[in-house]
T-cell receptor, first 112, second 114 residues
Framework: AQKVTQAQTEISVVEKEDVTLDCVYETRDTTYYLFWYKQPPSGELVFLIRRNSFDEQNEISGRYSWNFQKSTSSFNFTITASQVVDSAVYFCALSDGYKLSFGAGTTVTVRA | ETGVTQTPRHLVMGMTNKKSLKCEQHLGHNAMYWYKQSAKKPLELMFVYNFKEQTENNSVPSRFSPECPNSSHLFLHLHTLQPEDSALYLC?????????????FGPGTRLTVL
């Protein structure tokens, strides 16, 4: 069975602060895929990143960065210099190559 | 139209009504999904279609009936729903169902059952 845990339910920060969202996963598969999605108030989930289990290289995309550590089964997401437009629910998800399992989500509120 | 579209965006229905949700993807994908998103709960996968064939029914009550006439269209027919079925229903598509590929989501239908 696979499981994704996002321990932080809600995070509130002031604009320009950095925000790190934790994601811990459980799986027995050696090949798996990790994802992050953003759900703004409009409701649509927006794909942010995919990472496969054999690629532990960290990635940076603009103000977003991801830290994948197999040793701790974590795939954390950092928003640098947060902006009000970053306010959304962020979901971490895990796929075993067949089924996608989502975490409960972390609500990020960025205050001006 | 681009991406994944869903209609209607909002729906209010009584417990005895029959209604349908529609999803259309313009991405050339072969797999389509229905998810239910309730407050305070993780996303729940309901149905999976691959090349128009249903490959997963995640123990969904029969009052929800999916239909996939082709790889671009997906419907969710609703009848005799319960108030606890009120939720955001999200449609998604992906290149195929292997789980390797990211899913692209529509904006959802906010359903309220009175």
């Amino acid at each position: 069975a696979q499981k994704v845990t996002q321990a932080q339910t809600e995070i509130s920060v002031v604009e320009k602060e950095d925000v790190t969202l934790d994601c811990v996963y459980e799986t027995r598969d050696t090949t798996y895929y990790l994802f992050w999605y953003k759900q703004p108030p409009s409701g649509e989930l927006v794909f942010l990143i995919r990472r496969n289990s054999f690629d532990e290289q960290n990635e940076i995309s603009g103000r977003y960065s991801w830290n994948f550590q197999k040793s701790t089964s974590s795939f954390n997401f950092t928003i640098t210099a947060s902006q009000v437009v970053d306010s959304a629910v962020y979901f971490c998800a895990l796929s075993d190559g067949y089924k996608l399992s989502f975490g409960a989500g972390t609500t990020v509120t960025v205050r001006a | 139209e681009t991406g994944v579209t869903q209609t209607p965006r909002h729906l209010v229905m009584g417990m005895t009504n029959k209604k349908s949700l529609k999803c259309e993807q313009h991405l050339g994908h072969n797999a389509m999904y229905w998810y239910k998103q309730s407050a305070k709960k993780p996303l729940e996968l309901m149905f999976v279609y691959n090349f128009k064939e249903q490959t997963e029914n995640n123990s969904v009550p029969s009052r929800f009936s999916p239909e996939c006439p082709n790889s671009s269209h997906l419907f969710l027919h609703l009848h005799t729903l319960q108030p606890e079925d009120s939720a955001l229903y999200l449609c998604a598509s992906s290149q195929e169902t292997s789980g390797i590929y990211e899913q692209f989501f529509g904006p959802g239908t906010r359903l309220t059952v009175l």
